[in-house]
């Protein structure tokens, strides 16, 4: 497998590959190992998908907060 080594350790950086994983992944890349990149791209999606999801759920609690106050205020102003 033919790769840029300074792109594929800035790749795996942007996509919050800690260094050890980032470091196993660039030996998988060298030797070819298709199904075991699969598994580290895999893994590390499922962790981002994670922390977007508990972050999506963080900003619908501050939608809801939000709504109750401008509902508060209205009722306030009649």
């Known amino acids: 497998m033919k790769f ?27 030797k070819s190992r298709t199904a075991d990149l699969l598994r ?3 893994w590390q999606r499922k962790k981002l998908m994670d922390n977007l999801h508990a972050v999506q759920r963080s900003v619908d609690t501050i939608d809801f907060l939000i709504c109750s106050v401008e509902n508060n205020k209205k009722g306030e102003l009649s």
């Open 4 to 30: 840029d080594h300074a792109y594929l350790e800035r790749s795996l950086k942007d996509c919050g590959f800690e260094k050890d994983t980032a470091a196993q992944y660039i030996k998988y890349a060298k």
């Open 40 to 42: 580290l791209l895999n």
